[in-house]
């Protein structure tokens, strides 16, 4: 990991260097909790196969050059050139293509991932994103929306890397069941058509939540950031969960080697007791979708609205949908800048 990334847990503004999670509160008094955590790691991408090879860029100078005293266009050997010329030519306009089959059979088709809405163009630009970004929308009041953290002395959201994958898991709980799991990969799906930004699961897990959860993990493949991890908790485990909190998540963030921070993890606590019983009907389920796609939203660096009409707002009034200036925060936290060497 780069120089200067706090070892702490929490993701932190500058000031303290650590914050708590964000809650999703069910209807109540509003208690506004700072945000919270948990990890992701990047995709390794293949490297990109040469346009065309040097030795294709210009046909050797013997085979365009007449014999001496033969004027060009004069003998059937000029004819053969030309004819080889433009062969030549066409390989090279055909080896793009080429290479890309080449890539293809030898690593396989790119993984799937979610398909945002929205343009081609954002203030990142497209170039080596995984997605293309989502064009935001017009800025919407100041209550509509928040970040999470900003970078050192600026305005500018802290966002996560659009060149490489989150990756995350899910530790599971009895009762739950394919509901449940329909539920996560739905908010998945929202989060990342709204951001542009690609998630893939890597699958169930028996981690527990825990706020010293390591960033960095070792094993037989080597080191490698841990994935945000989305756990069905309980009050017992997740003491901060139950009364009026029925959900918490954040981002975990590090300096890049350039200063600036970058969320690279995370995590997400889910009240089980609270949220199984929603799951038995559909307007049930589409409410808990809604639960983690408003702690996903923190995870990928989006705050509390002030406004109740979000679906970040501090308090569910029953929205299941993304208001505008859900929106609007989450086009923004999607289109950040790539972070090589990270």
């Known amino acids: 990991m780069p120089s200067g990334g706090s070892e702490d847990w929490w993701d932190a503004p500058p000031e303290d260097d650590r914050a708590r999670p964000g809650a999703l509160l069910r209807l109540g008094p509003a208690d506004h909790r700072p945000p919270s955590s948990g990890p992701s790691g990047p995709t390794d991408r293949p490297p990109h196969l040469p346009d065309r090879p040097p030795h294709l860029l210009d046909p050797p100078p013997h085979l365009l050059d007449p014999p001496p005293g033969q004027s060009p266009g004069t003998s059937g050997r000029s004819f053969g050139v030309l004819v080889l010329v433009v062969l030549l030519g066409a390989l090279v306009a055909l080896l793009p293509r080429i290479s890309r089959l080449v890539e293809e059979s030898m690593l396989g088709p790119p993984s799937p991932a979610v398909t945002p809405a929205g343009g081609a163009q954002g203030v990142g630009g497209a170039e080596g994103r995984l997605l293309p970004p989502v064009d935001a929308e017009d800025v919407p009041a100041a209550s509509q929306y928040a970040f999470m953290q900003t970078q050192d002395g600026s305005a500018e959201p802290v966002t996560w890397d659009p060149c490489d994958a989150i990756h995350y898991v899910v530790r599971e709980a009895p009762g739950v069941g ?152 989450l086009s923004v936290l999607g289109r950040g800048r790539c972070v090589p060497g990270l």
């Open 178 to 329: 394919a509901a449940g799991r329909e539920a996560v990969e739905g908010a998945v799906a929202q989060i990342s058509a709204a951001t542009g930004l690609a998630f893939v699961s890597d699958g169930l897990t028996s981690e527990a939540p825990n706020e010293s959860r390591p960033l960095v993990r070792t094993d037989a493949g080597g080191s490698r950031v841990a994935p945000v991890l989305i756990a069905w908790s309980d009050r017992a485990e997740t003491p901060e969960l139950g009364d009026d909190a029925i959900g918490l998540g954040g981002g975990r963030s590090v300096r890049a080697p350039d200063g600036r921070r970058v969320y690279v993890s995370g995590m997400v606590r889910l009240d089980t007791p609270a949220l199984r019983e929603m799951l038995d009907s559909r307007r049930g389920r589409a409410e808990v979708q809604a639960v983690i796609a408003h702690e996903l939203g923190h995870v990928v660096g989006a705050g509390h609205a002030s406004s109740g009409t979000e679906l970040m707002s501090a308090e569910n009034r029953g929205q299941t949908s993304l208001g505008t200036g859900d929106r609007y925060v």
